[in-house]
């Protein structure tokens, strides 16, 4: 929309202008159209601050609930996203939204604008299904041929990882769109990739392939003449054809990818670079696996993050996505990568089973099953994996709960939980299902750990910057204010708990872990204690504590055998395996973490990588080069494992 269609209104204020010259009252200089241009200007030249002052500026002067207003408030909206204000952003946006007649086709671009926006905001926030709602809005909102293409492929995009089918359903309605329109290599290029990417998380691998290969072709091919966009589709199209069983294909395709074979430098393991513990609330499982694509900025802070493939489905992809925004990089790392490679980076992850975490949630689930058996309500638990198809019987349970008993009746609370959890339903729609539930459940004088996880829903859905630590736990920490939470040990332990996991300091992590692991109104085996003495030993360790974290670990109950717990973990004597074949035909180089146990003679068992880069390259000779690895003897009385849970990173480096 141009504001010069306003009509009247512009007219309006001409005229004014003209009283006040003849009064000698202030001029306005410009005119809104003239203001929306200048927005428009500073938006296209990328001067993010000054736009936004400037699209506050043109809302200022428009009329209160007006659609002009609208308009400028949406186009702010976008500004606030660039300047990483999310939740205004989202604020703005949905006040624009309000005040746009639906009837007006001619708003129908600033419509799309508005949930296109929103929808990049929550993919941005990794919350793949209320980007997904907003980009299904977008494209009903869209009145051409091209924003309505966006809208399906974004969609698409997010659907693979919470609802394949629906993807596919978007790919169809895109690809008969763009059939009978004269399409450039770029746009063919990445309707092929999104055909690809949804049919590698299919494990549907050879036609992921054919199509992966496609996107390349429409890209120029395999030409000296690299592009972002080509890294993109070439990366794909190695992971298609390693997994199609077409592993020279995967070698030549990834070497023109130039990922492992950098011109000068090396890409160097981040400083801080975990993976998520097996177990937690994602259910993590040591044979999950995933492919994560991210972009690391000048001050080696991660930024751009998305999954790409995943062995054990969209959620197990997104957790690992989620681990990947917590990894850094010096300044003085970066400078040593070309600026080129650090653009969609791609790393193979896996799982730590070093201190398998216990569900803090589930935990609590479990307790909100148990009430609603004693009111004669079932609480029925979903297969992993399967919630984009139980959300139809959850939406259809809900709306005869509701026409039978009311919106407010326990009745209702059951499926109202069980949206709220839904990994298919976006945040906004989370926290208005979780509020609905809590009101149920406080009414019904549900117990204190029955409460908090709905409680919990609603804190941690209420603001799109969630996934930020420090906003998590600001929004988490008045739980323990709460009288109700307070003077109950298990749900103050567990609020604890869920603030110390994402707590960036260390001194204060382990202050409010022992608070929980202190906690005499806990018994001595109890999940959450045990869970924050885990916790616990393994910051200790990674202190160099080993003694007290030993302690800290055999307070908690469980086999001993972590190194964490060893006074003397065993001495590295010598290394196997050889540099892999088809990398030094290649000239990659790159490297691994691994992941093993050492038993009491010194030999590695259950053995295996959890960061690999590049992806696939040199996962299995990494395995292989720390399995033929030896240690120190262990004495250990039981003759089991001598140590479980070593870390060992394994470089593989051309000769010079």
């Known amino acids: 929309m141009r504001f010069g269609k306003i009509g009247m209104l512009s007219v309006g204020l001409m005229a004014m202008s003209a009283a006040a010259a003849q009064t000698g009252a202030p001029v306005t200089a410009t005119t809104l159209q003239q203001d929306f241009d200048a927005a428009a200007a500073l938006d296209t030249k990328g001067d993010r601050a000054g736009a936004l002052a400037a699209w506050q500026r043109l809302e200022a002067r428009t009329k209160l609930g007006s659609r002009s207003r609208g308009v400028a408030q949406i186009r702010k909206s976008a500004a606030l996203f660039k300047l990483d204000r999310s939740d205004d952003a989202v604020t703005a946006a949905r006040a624009g939204l309000a005040l746009l007649p639906a009837s007006d086709a001619t708003l129908a671009e600033d419509r799309w604008r508005a949930y296109y926006n929103l929808g990049s905001i929550a993919e941005n926030a ?224 896996r799982c730590s089973t070093a201190f398998e975490r216990p569900s803090i949630t589930k935990f609590l689930d479990a307790d909100m099953a148990t009430w609603l058996e004693s009111k004669g309500l079932a609480l029925r638990t979903e297969e992993r994996g399967a919630d984009a198809v139980a959300i139809v019987r959850q939406r259809a349970a809900l709306a005869a709960a509701e026409a039978k008993s009311g919106a407010t009746s326990l009745a209702a609370l059951p499926p109202l939980f069980q949206l709220a959890n839904n990994a298919v339903v976006g945040r906004e729609e989370s926290n208005v299902l979780a509020r609905r539930a809590l009101a149920i459940a406080e009414a019904q004088g549900a117990p204190p750990t029955a409460r908090l996880p709905l409680d919990v829903i609603v804190r941690q859905t209420s603001s799109a910057d969630n996934w930020k630590d420090e906003v998590y736990a600001r929004d988490i920490t008045p ?13 103050r332990s567990a609020i604890t708990l869920l603030i110390a996991d994402r707590t960036n300091s260390r001194s204060r992590r ?147």
């Open 126 to 349: 990794l919350d793949y299904a209320g980007a997904s709602d907003s980009y299904a809005s977008a494209e009903m909102a869209a009145d051409a041929p091209d924003l309505k293409a966006a809208s399906m492929l974004a969609l698409a995009n997010t659907k693979t990882f919470t609802d394949p089918a629906a993807a596919e359903t978007a790919l169809a309605r895109a690809d008969a769109l763009l059939m009978p329109l004269k399409a450039d290599g770029k746009l063919k290029a990445l309707v092929a990739r999104r055909h690809a990417i949804l049919l590698l998380n299919r494990s549907a691998y050879e036609p992921a392939r054919v199509y992966a290969v496609e996107a390349v072709k429409q890209h120029g091919g395999l030409t000296s003449q690299t592009t972002i966009s080509d890294v993109s589709a070439r990366s794909d199209a190695a992971i298609a054809s390693l997994l199609a069983g077409k592993p020279d294909d995967a070698r030549r395709y990834m070497a023109m990818t130039g990922a492992g074979r950098l011109s000068k430098g090396e890409f160097d393991p981040a400083v801080q670079m975990d993976v998520p513990p097996c177990g937690g609330e994602a259910d993590l499982r040591p044979a999950d696996m995933a492919v994560v694509e991210f972009s690391i900025g000048d001050d080696g802070v991660v930024s751009a993050v998305a999954p790409i493939y995943a062995a054990g489905g969209g959620a197990v992809a997104l957790e690992f996505a989620r681990a990947v925004r917590d990894w850094s990089w010096t300044p003085e790392q970066v400078k040593a990568f070309p600026a080129f490679f650090r653009y969609n980076v791609r790393i193979e992850m």
């Open 479 to 491: 739980l323990l204010s709460m009288p109700v939470y307070a003077n109950d040990a298990t749900a």
């Open 510 to 656: 382990g202050a409010l872990l022992q608070q929980v692991a202190d906690d005499k109104a806990l018994a001595a085996n109890d999940p959450l204690r045990v869970g924050a003495l885990i916790r616990l030993a393994s910051l200790q360790q990674q202190a160099g504590d080993t003694a007290t974290a030993r302690a800290t670990f055999e307070r908690s109950g469980l086999a001993a055998n972590q190194c964490a717990i060893l006074d003397a973990p065993p001495h590295f004597l010598s290394a196997g395996g050889v540099f892999p074949d088809e990398a030094r035909m290649w000239g990659f180089e790159g490297w691994t973490r691994t992941q093993f146990d050492v038993d009491a003679d010194g030999r590695v068992l259950h053995q295996r990588a959890v960061l690999s880069y590049p992806p696939f390259v040199f996962t299995k000779a990494g395995v292989q080069t720390v399995a033929g690895a030896r240690w120190s003897k262990t004495f250990r009385p039981d003759g089991g494992v001598g140590c479980g849970g070593l870390s060992q990173q394994v470089r593989f480096k051309m000769p010079g």
